[in-house]
T-cell receptor
Framework: GAGVSQSPSNKVTEKGKDVELRCDPI?????LYWYRQSLGQGLEFLIY????????KSGLPSDRFSAERTGGSVSTLTIQRTQQEDSAVYLC??????????????FGNGTRLTVT | AQSVTQPDIHITVSEGASLELRCNYS??????LFWYVQSPGQGLQLLLK??????LVQGIKGFEAEFKRSQSSFNLRKPSVHWSDAAEYFC????????????FGTGTRLQVTL
């Protein structure tokens, strides 16, 4: 596609349920990133993929959070047993090269997650 | 660890007035610096970036930013603001020569009055 696509755009879930957020990066982009944007906060890094591997997952806030990427393309961020503090906008970004600073991040429009 | 501070949470300017958004960073070596803009309900769009060389960088939409090593700053400027510039602006720093994450500031929300 022309840009990074994320689905769903909005998700409301009950506390304790599991959710899956999907990111479809720009075709050919090898690097993929997940960020979280909470109200009044900046963007918080969650995880970085290069191809299908995740060399940096240091930002995942707890073991309830996991992510995978298959075929070097689509990525899924899974949050198990959601809590209210998980409510945020989850942004996905991709870039064409290993070195993110040389190749700018292209962001999707995000998934707004609300945990009730 | 790298960090970014955007001291202004919210700024209001009149259309046609000049704009300066402040950004201070903390990083041990020469940083890679970025400004992104986020319109409501949208993802982030890159305005400009600094890697090396000329410390005054030009970006899209008439924006520019100046890297000042002595002040650890990378302020964003525009000589004449348009109503369509109303958005949230994020400064970010990346570690040079490495892959992976950027560190973002908390953002500055720009309001433009007519």
């Amino acid at each position: 596609g022309a840009g990074v696509s994320q689905s769903p755009s909005n998700k409301v879930t009950e506390k304790g349920k599991d959710v899956e957020l999907r990111c479809d990066p720009i075709s050919g982009h090898t690097a993929l990133y997940w960020y979280r944007q909470s109200l009044g906060q900046g963007l918080e890094f969650l995880i970085y993929f290069q191809g299908n591997s995740a060399p940096d997952k240091s930002g995942l806030p707890s073991d309830r959070f996991s992510a995978e990427r298959t075929g070097g393309s689509v990525s899924t961020l899974t949050i198990q047993r959601t809590q209210q503090e998980d409510s945020a906008v989850y942004l996905c970004a991709s870039s064409s090269m290993d070195r993110s600073a040389d190749s700018p991040l292209h962001f999707g429009n995000g998934t707004r997650l609300t945990v009730t | 660890a790298q960090s970014v501070t955007q001291p202004d949470i919210h700024i209001t300017v009149s259309e046609g007035a000049s704009l300066e958004l402040r950004c201070n960073y903390s990083y041990g070596a020469t940083p890679y610096l970025f400004w992104y803009v986020q319109s409501p309900g949208q993802g982030l769009q890159l305005l400009l970036k600094y890697f090396s060389g000329d410390t005054l960088v030009q970006g899209i939409k008439g924006f520019e930013a100046e890297f000042k090593r002595s002040q650890s700053s990378f302020n964003l400027r525009k000589p004449s603001v348009h109503w369509s510039d109303a958005a949230e602006y994020f400064c970010a720093v990346g570690a040079s020569g490495t892959a992976s994450k950027l560190t973002f500031g908390t953002g500055t929300r720009l309001q433009v009055t007519l």
